[in-house]
């Protein structure tokens, strides 16, 4: 009977084993036709193409419109981009360590902010310095990338830049040794006076899990009774470092992460190995939009385990994982090889990348996703990131600020020349945490920006046109004329007004942008705290014991 059924199981088996190799078969037939298509066509275009062929820029393209149709975190860096992937990876790279721009309105590149203990800060460069030339090169016609790479080079190699300082009027030399420019992965971190720690992780680079565990235990001796762990804008990173920040606050041999793809041997789990540092005390951790992948690992790790509550906004989603592979000719492909798990069994992955007809995305609605449980039977779901157990969204950017502010527009420009002459004529500054721009300096600020006839398109000004349109079109506007008239009489666009209207908010962003031209990124961090609403929240809640806790078990239900 045994040798019956095993012989009717292998005959049952085999239209499925012979449906499978016929697939494997039409795949690697399919694969091969494409590559010798492929190579037909450049072979004919390199013999009779009416112009010569720039092989790496052909090719080249090609590769990115195949990686661009898979995902976007599949990329290929040829040899002469290979320090870009292992800057990104180590956060390290050979510089002189400062932030550049583009002026719009002087069509030059120039300083933005020296980074504290690097070259470019050790020489005296200042924000708003304009780059002349870089030894016999002149770069006064160049862009940002044109210049950044000249600024970049062989550590230890020494060049003379020339600037021209705007305050002054003249032009400066500085002779700069480039050296090795790692860039922190914590710009910064400290005690309040309430006890409670705040830790600011900006990227996962290498080693960065040492330098968590070395501020939090040095925080912890000070006295530390909560702590702020503030993951916003934070991309991601080495997978291998979260699990080692979450191993110092959750206990050995627990499995954090699974990784799961086409190759099975590939496959790994990744358990803590140490015994942690704390297990009780209580943690917040920050998140928004911009959270992604090892930001949600450790975040959603510390919330499958019931170890941290979780503020903020919804993360990014992406639950892929890469790996760096070597390419012939020192390039290296950023490969997407799995998906990841953490410890609840869910993948947080928004986006299904689809590859049929020239390949578009699929955002997974919540609808869709399924339900998973915390270690202490609190209901979380895959898909579409991590959800905060409390949301709170930050205050938003007024229109204006955003005109202001954001780099690459001519109107930014009034707001960095202010800055520039506020530093020169100030030689120094009150210390971060009290430091605030006085309302006579802001007065000229305002001024400054009437005169220079700054202007930017208010959002209520433009729906309100598109709304006219749409009422003209279904013949409604000659009933409400008078009222789209008053409308437009109350919305008209007045600058002094607006700037009255944000004067809290706009003084922030200056005063902000003036104490990191003395204080550097630290200083700049400590500031912005003062004002920051989801932090207020965070402490308020670590100063609440047993609200804290309530959240933890909100909502758990015994899992069967």
Request: net charge neutral.
């Amino acid at each position: 009977m045994r040798i019956r059924l095993f012989q009717l199981a292998v005959l049952l088996m085999l239209p499925f084993m012979a449906a499978s190799a016929q697939e494997s078969k039409s795949h690697n037939f399919d694969v091969a036709k494409n590559m010798q298509v492929f190579n037909e066509i450049y072979s004919y275009l390199d013999l009779m193409y009416v112009d010569t062929l720039n092989a790496d820029e052909v090719v080249g393209t090609a590769i990115n419109s195949m990686l661009r149709s898979l995902d976007p975190y599949t990329v290929y860096y040829p040899e002469d981009k290979v320090n870009d992937l292992k800057t990104m990876i180590t956060g390290r790279y050979v510089g002189i360590g400062a932030v550049i721009r583009y002026n719009q309105k002087l069509k030059r590149v120039v300083i933005d902010e020296p980074y504290a203990g690097n070259p470019a800060a050790e020489v005296g460069l200042k924000k708003g310095d304009i780059i002349l030339s870089i030894d016999d090169s002149v770069m006064t016609d160049k862009d940002v990338s044109y210049v950044s790479s000249h600024l970049r080079g062989d550590a230890g190699t020494t060049f003379v830049l020339k600037v021209k300082r705007p305050s002054t009027g003249k032009n400066m030399e500085f002779r700069i040794t480039r050296r090795s420019v790692n860039m922190p992965s914590i710009p910064y971190y400290g005690l309040r006076p309430d006890s409670i720690g705040y830790l600011n992780l900006s990227s996962f680079t290498e080693d960065c899990s040492k330098d968590v565990r070395k501020a939090f235990i040095e925080m912890k001796k000070q006295g530390m009774k909560g702590l702020v762990l503030d993951l916003r804008g934070n991309g991601g990173g080495s997978l291998s470092e979260a699990v080692n920040i979450v191993n110092m606050f959750v206990p050995k041999d627990i499995t954090l992460v699974k990784t799961r793809g086409k190759l099975k041997r590939a496959n790994y789990d990744y358990k803590t190995t140490v015994e942690p540092i704390d297990t009780v005390m209580p943690v917040v951790v920050l998140v928004n939009g911009e959270s992604a992948s090892a930001s949600e690992i450790t975040s959603g790790s510390l919330q499958d385990l019931d170890r941290a509550v979780i503020m903020g906004t919804r993360t990014y989603g992406k639950g892929l994982v890469q790996l760096p592979v070597d390419i012939s000719y020192n390039g290296q492909l950023k490969l997407t090889t799995s998906k990841y798990y953490i410890p609840s069994g869910r993948c947080i992955q928004a986006i299904n990348y689809k590859h049929a007809r020239g390949g578009y995305t699929e955002h997974i609605p919540d609808s869709l996703t399924k339900v998973f449980y915390t270690a202490g039977g609190r209901e979380v779901r895959d898909g579409g990131g991590i959800k905060p157990d409390i949301e709170v969204r930050p205050d938003s950017l007024p229109n204006i600020a955003y005109y202001l502010t954001v780099s690459g527009l001519d109107s930014t420009e009034v707001l960095l020349d202010y800055e520039v002459d506020y530093i020169a004529s100030h030689p120094t500054i009150a210390k971060p945490s009290e430091f605030e721009l006085s309302d006579a300096d802001y007065e000229d600020f305002k001024q400054r920006v009437i005169k220079s006839g700054f202007t930017y398109d208010p959002e209520s000004e433009k729906l309100l046109k598109s709304l006219k349109k749409v009422v003209e079109f279904e013949g409604y506007y000659d009933d409400a004329k008078a009222e789209f008239e008053n409308l437009e009489k109350k919305l008209k666009h007045n600058i002094a007004k607006d700037l009255d209207y944000h004067k809290d908010v706009l003084k922030q962003i200056i005063s902000n942008d003036i104490i990191a031209a003395y204080y550097y990124q630290v200083g700049s961090m400590e500031n912005s705290l003062r004002y920051d609403k989801q932090m207020k929240e965070a402490c308020r809640l670590l100063n609440s014991p047993d609200e804290y806790k309530a959240v933890l078990v909100k909502g758990a239900v015994k899992k069967k």
